[in-house]
Every structure is written in C-alpha cells, then in structure tokens.
C-alpha cells in the first residue's frame, strides 16, 4: 500500500509498539477494507489498534490465554481486553482525509490499560509528583501549609481511589454461560429441573459448563499467597490464567522491596471482589439454572461444587475480614505516604498499637508470615519516606545544603530507632500479659534488615557530612597559622569522594562502605595534625577570656570525639591562668581607683562604674563558665582561686555601690541649672547667648549612660531624662534664634537703622522675657518661641525689602550716574571742528538727561524706601496704652541728606571724570610727524594765504571750542534739582531753618561750578592748545624756503632771464632748478600730527 495516509498510521503505530513499519505493513493490508472507511467524511472517527496474540479458549476451564506470535488487530474497545499498549487515531477533518493530508488532520496517541488505571497514572506519576515539589517550594499567596499538605494529601489519596477502582473493575471472573435454547426452555422450577435432568443431552451440557465453574472457582480459591509459600510472583500478564472472557485471573500479594503496605490491603481488596464476582453470578438465573438441573440429577459435577462452594464462601469471609481490619489501620499508614518522616515519627506509637489491635482481633490476618509481610512492607514505605525527604532538594545529595541534609539524616535515623524501639515495647508488652495474648513472634530480621542497613547508611553519611561541616566552620579561623593547608588537604579528600559514580543513598552498594573507611582514615590523620595545631594556637593566647572564647569555637565545631577529649583537657590548663589573671586585674584596680581611664564620651561617674564593671565582667564570665564543670570544681587549687575571686568581685561591686551613691546624693544639685533664665547676654560685649547649665547635660547624660548599664537612676533624674528631647530641641531652637538674630542685624544697613528704630526696638521687647522672666522649666517657651520667630522672620522680611530697595533703586543708579562720562571723543577718527562741537554738544545734553534721571530715581527710592518702612511699622498691643510707634522725622531727613550728598558726589565725579577724559585727550604732547601713537583728534588743513602759510582753522578756534565744550559740560549740572535740603559739599554745617533746596540757582551747580577740581580743570582746559602753539608756528616755518614762488612776479623772472640770451647749457641749468625745487616740494608729508591735530598739507 503507497498511500500516504497508511504510511503516516504505519509509522505512528510503530512507535508505539517498537516495531518497524515494515514488520506491520502485512497484517495492515489485511485490515485495509476496516481502514479505508476512517478516511471519509461518513466513516468511523477513530481507529484502535492492538499489537498482541490472539486470544485462545481453555476448553476445559474457559480460561483465556494468548499463545502464539503477536499480529496487529483492530478493536474497539468494548470486546476484546488489551493487553500492553494500544495505538489511537482520530479524524480532526469533517471533510474526510485525503492523500495529501496535513498532519494536523488526524491525531494520533497511545494509551495503556483502561481509563481508570490510565487516569490513575497520569494522577499518581506526574500530577502528584509535581504538587509535591510546588510545596515544598512554596504556592505563591497561599500562605497555610496545613491547606497545601491536606490537597496534596487529597490527590493522593484520589490515586488510591481511582487504583482501587481499577483494580475491581479488572479483578473479576467470568462464568461460562449455559446455551440459550436451555435458558429459555426451561423454567426456574423444581419439576422443570427434574425433567430436564432425564435428558442426557441437556444434563451432558449443564455438567460441562458446571465443571468450567468449578475449575475456575478452585483456581480462585486455591491462588497461592505469597505470605505461605514465599514463591508469590505478580507474573506477567500474558503468562497469568484468564477467565472466560480473557480477563487475567488474580495472583497473590507481592514481596517486591519497593511495596509499601497499601498494596496488602489492595491485594485483598482484589482479592475479595474476584470471589464477591462469582458468588454474585452464581445468583444469576442462569446459573441457578445450571445448578438446579445438576442437583436434580445428582451429577458428580455438582457433588464437586458442593465441596467448592464452601471453600469459596470460606475464602470470601477472610478476604472481607481481612479487608475490614487492613480498613482500620489504613489512616495510621497515610503519613506513610502524605507527609515527611518527622510527622511519620509522631505517628508511629499510633500505627503500632493500631497493628497490635488488628492481629490481636483479626480472625484471619493473625499469622505470622501475613504480620511479617505486612511490617515488611510498612518498613519499606517508611524507607522510600525517608529516600524521598532526603532527595526533595535534587537527585544528588552533594549539591544539597550541607546542614539541612544532615538534619534530615538524623531524622531518618531518629525514625528507625523510635519504629524499632516501639516495636520491642510492644513485643515485650504483649509478653508481659496474663493471659497472654498472640505474641509478636515475627521474623524481624526480615521486617528491619533492609530499613536497619538505610539507617546504618544514614549513620555513616551524617557522621561524613558532619565532618564536612566541621572543617567548613574552621576554614573560617584563617588566623591559625596552618589551617589553610589542612583544610586544603581534607577538601581534596571529599572532592575524590564526590567523584566516586554510585548514588550515596544506595545501601545495598557495598563499595561505599569501602571508601567510607579509606575516608575516615585520612580525616583521623587530618585530626591529629589539627591537635597540633589547635595546641599551638592556644600557646600564643595569655587572656583567659579569649582562650575561653577561642575554645568555645573549637567545641562549638568539633564533632568527632577524639578532638572533644584533647579540649576537655585544655580547660584544666586555663583555669590554672585564671588565677593570674585575678590577680592582674587586682593591681589594675588598685592603680587606678582614683582616676580610672574613661570611654570615649563616657561622663565620669558612668565611665568609673563602667570601668569597674569591665574588669568584673573579666573575671565573671571565666568563673561563671568553670563553675558549671564538675571537674575543674573538684580540683584543689579551685577553693583559693574562688576566694581571689569573691575577694577581688567584692571590692569592684563595692567600687560601683559608692560612686553610684555619691552621684544619686548630687542631682538635686545639678538640677539647680534648671531655674536659670533661657538667655542671658555677654558682660562685655552684650551679645545674646544661651543659658544652659553643662551640669543639666552631664546629669542627662549619666542617667543615660546609668539606664544602660541597668544602674538603679533615682525618679528626679529620670523625669530630667524624660525632657531630654524637649531641652535640646530647646536649646536649638534658642540657638537658631540668636543666630537669626544676629545675622538679622548684620543685614541691617547703617544708614537705614534709624529708620528701623521701631522695629528694632519691638524685637527687643520680644526677646526680652527670656532674659528676665522664662527658665527651663517655664509652660510657655514654645509660645516665646514662636512670637521672636514671627517678629525675626516679619522684620527679616522688611530689612530684605529694605536692602533690596536700597541696592537696585538707590546704590545701581549712584553708580550708574557716577559712571556717566559726558563727551564723545572719537578714538580711531578725526573730527572737524565743526564735527567736535555738534557731537560734543548733543552728547553733553544726552548726559545731563541721564544724570537728572537718576538724580530723580534716587530720590523716590529714598521716598518709596521711607514709605515702606512707615508701612510696616510693628503694631501697638491690643488694650496696650502705648502710643503708636512712629518715624523720627530727623532721621528721615537726614536718610534723605544722606543720599542726596552721595548722588552730588556722584554727579560731580562723573564731571571731573569727563573733564578729566577731555583734558588728556586735547591736551596731548605726542607728535610723531607723518606717524603716531594716539591718533590726532581735529582734523584741520594748511593753506596758503599771500603772503603766509597758514593752519585752518586757527589754533584760536580750536582753543574756543574747547572751551565751549567745557562750558556745556559745567553747566550740565544746572538740569539736575536740588533736592535732600542739606548742604551739598559739606563746606558749611547744616544750618536749622535754611531752605538749601532753594538757594542760588536750585541745582547741583552751583557746589559743582564751585569745586576746586572742577575749576582747576576748566582752567587747564583753556589753555590747552597753547602747548601745541610754538610746535605749530615752527612747522609753519618750514614753508619760507618756498615763498618765493609766490611772493615774485614769476613774468618778470622770465623776462630777466631772457633778457640774459641764454644758451642751452643755461636753459637746462634753470630746469634742472626747478626740478630739484619741484623734487624737494613733492617729499613734503602729506599730514603732519602735532598733538591733538593732525595738519593736512595736500591744500597747499
């Protein structure tokens, strides 16, 4: 067959069965016309296949076995029982399948056994499994592991149900049914069997499906029991008897060392519903049909079901009362299964006397090969509780965290022996009773020898890990020279166990025990060489307090016993140099009674009893330890080291009683501090400082210290202690303040605090109660607080306006103004004069502008400042018969002069600066001729006017608008109003009465025009270009050479000249004259710079 829907049932059913698709595709041709029909739209939806011998009918028993080779076979299901595995298809497409299918068409899979038994293993393998991992590991928010460990244990006890279940459907036998004519013929009555009985045909018939009965009853009943002949064997299925319909026949209960108890009552319960299967048909009326034909004639078939029957209602009764005792112990056993071996420790005083009850009542469960088998089994389950706990963390136990496994170890261990030991107490208990009862009289090598080898391999692997653990915690104490390389050396040893292939908990592999030995061999070497070690270590150690301590480690991590001997005997040797520790600390106490050394930030008293504490603490706990070992008490030098000792504890706590005393006696001293003001101010220099006492601190802290050395601290300091927040929240606070205070003034400018008089004067009626009135036990300083907080803060809030007025309204625009330079003086050009005295003259005018602005912004921010200050003037006290606070008018007024002065200075150095820049740039010496090093300002020409060379403009001209310019600047000034009514320049006293806004002309000019400064600049201004004259003239000089050329008559030099009748030669003598002359003229510079001019000779 080539079709490819085939190929694709060949190839799935091959893997199912492990066989190749080659080996089946014969016995599929032969299914072919069963087959075809799955791959159409109206055909079968599915298809079951089996691979497995065809079934073969005993003749004589109905039984049904398989014999013969396996072929592949379609089923359904229903009829024909499985056995092994059994392949499935199902059609996904309505449509039908085609050649060229998708594989998503059909869905294919296997299954084994029945339902039941299949849903049962799905539940019990994987499901049940899992759960038991997610709980150990936790089930996110359900936190109650009692509800986790009760639905783990439900779907367990689900498994058992659903394998019980199976188990009945399976464990039944079916009865050969007479042939219908008989049935159907013959009505269920005596005369009707009696008759039937005289035909031989029918009694033949009824015989021989009688004795099939029987012989399937006999195998029923006579099934052999593995508890009494120990040769039970579970048997394959295909070997096992069938009944009738080819269902296997039930063998005994199974000895297999992984069964725990649930299969014995499994086993019964089997074992009950297979005989309850044919009692039940035997009610049937078919079979009391056969029955009663037979008994009517007295055949020798039914003589044998006679002698049968009753053994099959014996069988029947025990398997009932077996099942009903197993019933009542299965609650005690469930532990066995549900939980870990700590809860099935508790449990076992309860399944023993449960098992105890059931043999001693039992009718049929009482012998002792059952009771063996069934300990047996209960030793078994117990064993794989152990396995599994043991392995929950991974399937190896190396990667497992070492002191967990090791706990789990000894409660496997601890399980044994509590099992063990409450059996023997119920052996010897049943033995003690008169009458006595059914003794434990069990094989109880067979019933412990495999739990006891589990627990001696338990034994050995928690003595292994202990060890591993030991050396862990001392690769710790790097500090012990050589440590290092011991520990090195014994992790080597464990990492060559660790390679070693079998599993740890395998107690039935004998090579372990082997290279357990070789094991404990190299540890015992490792541990004489760790005495060594731990001996010399103890050499180097002179306290007795820290060999205790070091010891105490050792012991705390030896766990072998040959290293706990050789500590025991180091405490001998300790106690021995305790004794001169007592009497070190003796002399110590002795030389520094009267003035012990302190702790850092210790307060003295606290740090004296400190002391004396620790030295009784170095000696205490030492004592305390050794008078807990018998042995060490025993020794005779122990009565004069304990009377040292109560001599030198005696004298400490003596120490401690005294200073405690005299400190309680001072507090009420100390707390005088407390009725003192909150401030106080400096003798000298009248600043405010905070007034707390240092011994109000120093009491605090040594009640403080005092409470944590549980030293007895008296009710008045404690209540001290109790404020200690509040006093130094106190404290702070009145701190902060004076710091608030004292920055508050530094910010207060000097000329504005007249004006702030009022307010300076409220804050200081604010501070003051807690100068005079307030202590530090005072109701009401937060109240204080709080009001010299809200008049700091308001007045900070005023000076800062205050400030930032005075800086951004009034000092900018004084500086602003005291900048201003009121000309314009080109620096990379030249000017006319005509150009000099227009710029000059509009640049003059733009400056005094500018001045009388700022003049009149400096006065309203004077004015605007006032009104601020007038504006937050602090308010009177409601009922307070004091008059409203007001601004002293003299201190206005003189505010105001103040300023008013500074902006005239300001005024008046912006024009000697002005003066200044002009003078130095007029009155420039620098002349380099044609070159210069500050360009020249006025640009002016020399031209010839016959019969002279002259400059123009003139020098006079320039001098006079210079000082025009001077002039324009001076009187600058005249724009801006007097205003602050005070006298500007400070040359006369303020005079009461007199208007200086008004007088002469009611500006700033006339103490500018008045200033000498100015006027001696005004006076070098005049004279500027004065300085350059002679320079000027005597360039000018320079020209006379050339005047001839202008002063004679050039026609009568010509005629003169020809009047001579020159020749050639003096023809070119005078050309060669004038050339020379022409020559000399065209080397002349065409500028030449004399300080502030620059001379342009191009005119002339």
């Known amino acids: 067959m080539g079709d490819a829907r085939v190929v694709f049932l060949l190839e799935k059913i091959g893997e199912t069965f492990g066989v190749s698709p080659d080996e089946l595709r014969g016995d599929m041709d032969g299914l072919g016309d069963k087959v075809r029909p799955f791959f159409e739209p109206e055909g079968p939806p599915k298809l079951i296949f089996v691979y497995q011998a065809p079934d073969t009918v005993d003749p004589k028993t109905g039984a049904v076995t398989r014999v013969g080779a396996k072929r592949l076979a379609l089923t359904d299901g229903d009829g024909e029982s499985v056995d092994g595995r059994a392949a499935y298809f199902i059609r996904n497409n309505p449509k039908g399948i085609t050649e060229k299918f998708d594989p998503k068409d059909i869905s294919a899979g296997s299954i084994k056994g029945g339902v039941l038994s299949s849903f049962n293993a799905v539940l019990s393998q994987m499901f049940h499994p899992a759960l038991r991992v997610q709980h150990s590991t936790g089930w996110g928010k359900l936190k109650s592991k009692s509800e986790t460990e009760d639905f783990v244990g439900n779907v367990r006890r689900f498994g058992a149900v659903l394998k019980e279940a199976a188990a009945s459907v399976d464990a039944t036998v079916q009865l050969e049914r007479p042939d219908q004519k008989y049935v ?26 009688l004795l099939k009965w029987v012989a399937a009853a006999e195998a029923c009943v006579e099934e052999t029991v593995a508890d009494e002949n120990d040769e039970n064997d579970a048997g394959a299925a ?145 064993l ?106 014994f992790f080597r040893i464990v990492n060559e166990f660790k390679r070693k292939p079998y599993n740890l908990l395998d107690f039935q592999q004998n090579v372990f025990d082997r290279d357990y030995m070789e094991f404990i061999v190299g540890v015992n070497e490792l541990e004489f060489s760790l005495q060594e070690l731990i001996n010399k270590a103890f050499e180097k150690i002179s306290s007795t307090e820290s060999a205790l301590t070091l010891l105490g480690q050792f012991t705390a991590v030896m766990r072998r016993d040959a290293l706990k001997d050789d500590l025991d005997n180091k405490y001998i040797k300790i106690f021995r140099n305790y004794a001169d520790d007592l ?143 509040k006093f130094k929240s106190y404290y702070n606070q009145l701190t902060h303040t004076i710091n608030m205070y004292i920055h508050l003034d530094d910010e ?95 640049h003059v005018k733009e400056a005094a502008d500018i001045l009388a602005i700022k003049s009149e912004e400096v006065r309203r921010g004077c004015d605007d400042l006032v009104e601020l200050i007038r504006d937050t003037m602090p308010e009177a006290e409601p009922g307070s018969l004091m008059p409203l606070p007001t601004i002293d008018d003299e201190a206005i007024a003189e505010f105001k002069a103040h300023f008013a002065r500074l902006m005239y200075s300001a005024v008046l150095h912006s024009t000697r600066k002005s003066f200044d820049v002009l003078k130095q740039r007029i009155a420039s010496k620098a002349s380099g001729g044609f070159l210069f090093i500050e360009r020249p300002l006025f640009d002016v020409d020399v031209e010839l006017s016959v019969p002279y060379v002259q400059m123009s ?33 400070g040359d006369e006293e303020n005079q009461p009465g007199v208007d200086y806004d008004n007088l002469g002309t009611g500006t700033f000019f006339d103490e500018i025009a008045s200033d000498m400064d100015v006027v001696k600049l005004c006076l070098l201004l005049t004279g500027a270009m004065h300085g350059c004259r002679t320079s000027v003239e005597q360039y000018l000089t320079t020209f006379t050479e050339f005047d001839f050329l202008y002063l004679q008559d050039l026609q009568q030099a010509y005629e003169e000249f020809m009047a001579k009748k020159p020749n050639l030669d003096m023809f070119e003598t005078e050309l060669q004259k004038y050339m020379s002359i022409e020559k000399h003229i065209g080397k002349i510079a065409p500028v030449h710079n004399i300080g502030a001019l620059s001379l342009e000779t191009q005119p002339l």
């Not at 399980?415 to 107490?425: I, R, V």
Request: glycine share 4%; net charge neutral.
């Open 184 to 209: 159907d013929s013959i009505p269920l009555k005596p005369l009707a069997f009696k008759d039937a009985a005289d035909t031989v045909e029918t009694v033949n018939h009824m015989d021989s499906v």
């Open 238 to 382: 295909n070997d096992a008897p069938r009944d009738a319909s080819g269902k296997p026949m039930m063998k005994g209960a199974s000895d297999d060392d992984d069964m725990g108890p649930d299969t014995e009552l499994e086993y019964w319960r089997q074992r009950m519903g297979l005989l309850n299967s044919i009692i039940d048909q035997t009610k049937t009326d078919e079979c009391r049909l056969v029955l009663g034909v037979c008994m009517a004639a007295r055949s020798h078939a039914h003589k044998a079901w006679k002698q049968i029957d009753l053994r099959l209602t014996d069988a029947s009764n025990e398997a009932k009362d077996n099942v009903k005792y197993l019933t009542t112990i299965e609650k005690a056993l469930e532990p066995l299964y549900a939980n870990g071996p700590k809860e099935v420790l508790e449990g076992v005083p309860s399944l023993l006397s449960n098992v105890k009850m059931m043999y001693t009542i039992a009718r049929y469960y009482h012998t002792n090969e059952r009771m063996t088998r069934l300990f047996s089994k209960i030793s078994n389950q117990m």
């Open 384 to 489: 794989m509780c152990c396995k599994t706990h043991l392995l929950d963390a991974g399937p190896d136990p190396w990667t497992h965290d070492k002191a967990e496994l090791l706990a789990k170890l000894r409660l496997t261990i601890a399980l044994y022996d509590k099992y063990y030991s409450e059996y023997q107490a119920t052996k010897e208990k049943l033995a003690s009773q008169i009458p006595k009862p059914r003794q434990f009289d069990f094989n109880e090598d067979k019933i412990f020898s495999r739990f006891g080898l589990f627990k001696r391999r338990c034994e050995k692997l928690a003595d292994m890990f202990s060890t591993i653990i030991q050396f862990e915690e001392l690769a710790e104490h790097k500090e012990i020279v050589g440590m290092e390389v011991l520990i090195t050396r």
């Open 583 to 725: 009497e070190s600390v003796q002399k110590l106490y002795e030389k520094h009674k009267h003035a012990p050394p302190l702790p850092r930030n210790a307060p003295p008293i606290a740090g004296d009893i400190l002391w004396s504490r620790q030295l009784l603490r170095r000696i205490e706990g030492p004592m305390r330890y050794f008078a807990g070992m018998e042995s060490i008490m025993a020794m005779k030098e122990s009565k004069r080291v304990v009377k040292l000792y109560n001599r030198v504890a005696t004298a400490l706590m003596t120490y401690e009683t005294l200073w405690h005393q005299a400190w309680v006696k001072g507090v009420e001293d100390s707390k005088v501090g407390l009725r003192a003001t909150l401030l106080v101010r400096h003798p000298n220099t009248g600043q405010l400082l905070v007034n707390f006492d240092r011994e109000i601190g120093q009491l605090i802290r040594e009640s403080k210290f005092m409470m944590r050395m549980d030293v007895e601290v008296p009710e008045s300091a404690r209540i001290v202690l109790a404020q200690e927040d």
């Open 748 to 842: 207060i400018a000097p000329v504005t605090r007249p004006l702030l008089k009022a307010h300076l004067a409220e804050l200081e009626m604010m501070v003051a109660p807690g100068t005079t009135d307030l202590t530090w036990t005072s109701t009401n300083i937060d109240m204080y607080l709080k009001r010299v907080h809200r008049t700091i803060d308001n007045l900070e809030l005023v000076v800062s306006k205050v400030n930032d007025m005075l800086h951004h309204r009034i000092d900018d625009n004084l500086k602003d103004a005291a900048r201003i330079i009121m000309v314009d003086l080109p620096k990379d050009e030249l000017v006319t004069l005509e150009e000099f005295a227009a710029i000059q003259t509009k």
């Open 953 to 985: 403009p003139s020098l006079d001209d320039v001098q006079r608008a210079v000082n025009g310019v001077a002039k324009k600047m001076l009187n600058a000034s005249r724009s801006i109003k007097r205003w602050g009514n005070t006298d500007l320049n």
